[in-house]
């Protein structure tokens, strides 16, 4: 039987942007910068209005800041990003487009973590930590749980 320590590692990764993300062909688009302004006004709920050209996403309209801009590099992700990865990503920026196969494929907001996906997760994840704090306090050791890796070394007594 595997370990916790390894079940929560596999968890951890075994989830991935391209799991919540919406795909390119089920986005809001827009074919051009003036267009992306009435696309926005009719979304009011999208922050961002991507721009498809040609089948491809170029560009983007950025609601707060009423202006378009082509998609950068930091304004892009893998789809294989582990949904952990993701949270910490989102902290510094509302969204993502999503990188597969050299292609733009999709997008990804903050509000997507609130995916059952993404829920079911942190949920595991965070009974699985409350178990071996638990543990730790009350001085029982589970033999499943390594006494190393980033899960037990919060717990570790000195």
């Not at 961002?48 to 609601?63: A, E, H, K, M």
């Not at 707060?64 to 990865?85: C, F, Q, V």
């Amino acid at each position: 039987m595997p370990t916790l320590e390894a079940t929560l590692n596999r968890l951890a990764i075994a989830f991935t942007v391209r799991d919540i993300m919406t795909a390119n062909t089920n986005l809001v688009c827009a074919a051009d910068d003036a267009e992306a302004v009435r696309v926005s006004d009719n979304n009011p709920d999208f922050d961002v209005i991507p721009i498809r050209q040609d089948g491809s996403l170029i560009g983007y309209f950025g609601r707060r800041s009423g202006k378009a801009k082509g998609i950068a590099p930091n304004d892009l992700i893998s789809d294989g990003t582990s949904l952990l990865d993701l949270v910490e990503i989102l902290e510094n920026r509302q969204y993502s487009f999503v990188l597969s196969r050299q292609r733009i494929e999709g997008y990804v907001h903050f509000s997507d973590l609130n995916h059952q996906l993404v829920k079911l997760t942190f949920y595991v994840i965070l009974e699985a930590v409350e178990r071996m704090a638990l543990n730790s306090i009350s001085g029982r050791d589970d033999p499943r749980v390594s006494a190393e890796g980033p899960w037990a070394s919060a717990f570790q007594r000195d």
